[in-house]
Structures are given as C-alpha cells and as structure tokens.
C-alpha cells in the first residue's frame, strides 16, 4: 500500500515538473515570438495559439487605459467562439473587474462569475458570451501601468497555483510588447527589457531541466551557484538606476 502510494506521488511529481518545462518553454517562444512581430494584433494571434499548448481558454482578451477619458477599452478579442463583445468597447474603471486590476495592480480571478456582485452589468454581459470563469492581469512595465490581461472559460474552473504563476508571467511579456507597440521610438529599450526576461526564463528552464535529469548532488550545487550569478546579475540589471 505505502510503495504504491509512493510510485502514485513520484508519478505526480514527474508530470508536475513536466508540466513546468512546457510552460518555460512556451515562454521562451512566446519572448520571441513578440519580438519578430511589430503589429499588436499578429502578436496577440500568435500569443494565443502557443498559449493553448500549456493553458485552458477560451477567450483571451486585451484592455487597454485610456488616460485621457480614463475608461478601459477592449482593445483584442481573440477566440475561435462566437461572440457579440467586439474590440472598441469602454467601460469605466469603476463597472469592471479589469479597471480594479489597473487601479489596484493586483490579479482578478473568479472561478464561478455568476457570484460576482460587484459588477452586474459585466457579469450580464459575460453570462451572455456563455463565460463562467475568469483570470485577470495587471500589465505593467517600469515605466508605467498599461491595462489587464484577460483569460476567460466557458465551465467554471478554479485556478491554481501554477496556472496563476504561468499567466502572471506571461502577462510581464504581453506588457512589454504592448507598451513597446504603443511607444515604437523606445523599441530598443524594449528589446533590452525583453532579451533579460528571455535570460532568466533561460536559466529557470536549465534548473528545471537538471533537476529532471536528478544531477549528482555536489554538481548540481555548484551548477546553482552558477545560475543564481546569472540570474542576480541579470535581475541587477532591470533595476532603476542600474545598466
């Protein structure tokens, strides 16, 4: 009984970290992928067919701040549903969960959206596009906040902890190519930005791999070592004030 448990929690483990290389790898393509596509909406397209290898969705949504009427407008819909909601729409920050995520920077998740009280004319609007679950992300840059991230299901579906991490970080890429699409003349910079986030996916997917490949413990110490160096470094590099 303890010996099959045992081979059913290392069975576990061993797609759990499976799951985590696809999801680094994906990634990595998705950092490039947004670097060789200067249109928005070509990006958003492909972001969203690399996306579906590692996470469920049927809506993928992009909003957008508008500072001068201070709405937040749908600027991409991208899904293979039929849908009524169409790019152009705005909405002020107050009637949506997308204008709290701007304001508050932090994520917006509900598993079940017909419980949601506070934005009844979203939720109808929702309940009509069949949508029961949602995942909404703050993107921002250094230089500043853009808008949110939209992930949306047709069942409801409780988000986990790896999902939540996966689009968060997925979201950190979005920002960068939207805010670069949106101030083409600070394209190098962007390419800076994007290039030491694509560095560290790098050395986070080389920990995932040689762990999977259950390294000698003292090798795979001082590979660590190694990789953390890199990675401060690169991490140093990001911060304000620093080159």
Not at 51 to 78: A, C, G, K, S
């Amino acid at each position: 009984m303890a010996e099959a448990k045992s081979t059913a929690l290392a069975s576990q483990a061993g797609r759990s970290t499976e799951d985590t290389r696809r999801q680094f790898e994906t990634l990595l393509e998705v950092s490039g992928s947004i670097a060789q596509h200067r249109d928005l909406g070509a990006r958003f397209h492909d972001l969203a067919e690399r996306l579906h290898r590692v996470v469920q969705f049927d809506y993928l949504n992009l909003v957008l701040h508008d500072p001068e009427t201070n709405v937040m407008r749908l600027h991409i819909l991208e899904t293979a549903q039929p849908h009524q909601i169409q790019p152009g729409l705005e909405l002020p920050l107050n009637d949506t969960p997308s204008g709290l995520v701007f304001e508050t920077q932090q994520p917006y998740f509900s598993f079940d959206i017909a419980q949601e009280k506070r934005f009844p004319d979203f939720v109808e609007r929702l309940r009509k596009e069949n949508i029961s679950a949602v995942a909404i992300l703050p993107l921002t840059t250094a230089q500043r906040r853009i808008g949110a991230l939209g992930f949306g299901r047709q069942v409801s579906h409780r988000y986990t902890g790896d999902e939540t991490e996966f689009m968060q970080r997925v979201a950190s890429l979005v920002a960068v190519a939207v805010d670069n699409a949106l101030n083409y003349e600070s394209s190098h910079a962007y390419q800076q930005e994007l290039a030491r986030e694509r560095d560290r996916l790098r050395v986070l997917l080389e920990v995932n791999n040689a762990v999977v490949s259950n390294l000698e413990r003292r090798g795979l110490l001082l590979r660590c070592g190694a990789w953390c160096r890199t990675t401060l470094s690169a991490w140093r590099s990001t911060m304000p004030g620093k080159t």
